[in-house]
């Protein structure tokens, strides 16, 4: 057998990596390597193998194991199906629109969200995960988003049973449609009951002698579809909407899974977001600072008329009750903050320069003459 790679260097990540950052590394890999990304003949090899390193180094028991025992021992120590046993993939593959049990599918030919002791006829569909932008003024007045999930269905032609139209599948002789065997060891007092996948019918608890052409028996096929999303009103950065039953198929009659969606919000090239306050940079001039002054200044719903009250200063932060965003849920609204910055002017008329150092006069401060020198700017 062949030795493997170094996973640390699989994954290039040097071996004092904190967990963030295999997670990070493991992240770009996988993204790279997916095979329902990359359709290469090497990809999905190289997929497994990143996995597999990813699954041993984010655990802190194999972690210390791998790093003591070396890669030939620890292979004999752990199983594959142990070395993946526990892993948070979950989480990763929630953003490229991927379930945890293609992982599995992947890695141990079929199998999908089977775990020991469950009831594989009953397994929940794997959650999903996808990534929505959406702008501002989507933020402030709610929207609705159509997008594309790809993921496993119940095959419309067989409904799920994976037998050919006319036929239905029969009750497996060997677990009699449990989908599990027992398995007793030992004799008298000491036996120990074990509890696994029936190898005749893979845990369907049926036999299929007549597969089903549109999905080949599995009851399940892969299609992408169009689901409307609804984006209330007010929602954060990063708030994820939780659509219930529109994840995967599960096999046999389990319910289906989630599909998660994250919402992330484009930046505002006017307004600049603190909850529900939206922030927005006044420039006045020198005169409306001192003076005071009326001016125009846009909102999400169009532009309303500020007072600057006399004497504001450079960097004061005044605040338009109830002009800034929707809070989540219906609570009111946030705040319009108007951020005051002097604007300086860098060219002023003959006159306007003779004005600005009568007023310096008035008020005891030093300026530079009026007079221009040899170079102009």
Do not use: W
């Not at 004999?76 to 992982?103: L, P």
């Not at 005071?292 to 450079?314: F, M, N, R, Y």
């Not at 003779?354 to 003459?369: D, I, N, P, R």
């Amino acid at each position: 057998m062949a030795s493997k790679r170094d996973y640390y260097e699989v994954l290039g990540v040097s071996k004092d990596a904190n967990k963030d950052l295999i997670k990070d590394a493991y992240r770009k890999l996988a993204m790279q390597y997916h095979p329902d990304r990359n359709k290469s003949a090497e990809a999905e090899e190289k997929f497994k193998e990143i996995s597999e390193a990813y699954a041993v180094l984010s655990d802190d028991e194999k972690r210390r194991q791998y790093d003591t025992l070396g890669s030939a021992d620890f292979s004999q120590q752990y199983s594959q199906e142990d070395i993946f046993r526990g892993a948070d993939f979950d989480s990763i593959f929630r953003d490229f629109g991927f379930g945890v049990g293609d992982i599995f599918e992947t890695f141990f030919g079929g199998g999908r969200g089977y775990r020991q002791g469950a009831d594989p006829r009953m397994v929940q569909g794997n959650n999903l995960g996808y990534s929505l932008e959406i702008s501002l003024d989507e933020v402030f007045r709610g929207t609705e988003k159509e997008i594309e999930v790809p993921r496993i269905e119940r095959c419309d032609t067989c409904h799920g049973s994976g037998a050919a139209p006319g036929t239905s599948p029969t009750t497996c002789p060997r677990c009699g449609g449990s989908g599990q065997v027992r398995v007793v060891q030992g004799s008298g007092f000491f036996r120990v009951v074990q509890v696994g996948l029936c190898s005749e019918c893979k845990g369907r608890g049926t036999i299929i002698e007549s597969p089903c052409k549109e999905c080949r028996g599995t009851g399940v096929v892969r299609r992408t579809r169009k689901i409307t999303v609804k984006v209330p009103a007010g929602i954060e950065d990063g708030y994820q909407l939780r659509l219930r039953g529109e994840g995967e198929a599960a096999p046999n009659a389990g319910q289906s899974g989630d599909l998660f969606v994250e919402v992330h919000v484009t930046p505002n090239s006017i307004f600049e977001r603190d909850g529900a306050n939206i922030i927005y940079t006044l420039e006045i001039g020198y005169p409306q600072a001192v003076l005071g002054a009326e001016v125009l200044v846009p909102t999400l719903e169009g532009e309303i008329s500020v007072t600057v009250p006399p004497g504001t200063q450079p960097g004061q932060v005044l605040r338009v009750k109830g002009k800034g965003l929707p809070r989540l849920g219906g609570l009111g609204r946030g705040n319009l903050l108007l951020n005051v910055r002097l604007s300086v002017p860098s060219k002023l008329t003959f006159k306007q320069r003779t004005l600005m150092e009568e007023l310096a006069k008035e008020f005891g401060q030093s300026v530079k003459s009026g007079k221009q020198g040899f170079f102009r700017f």
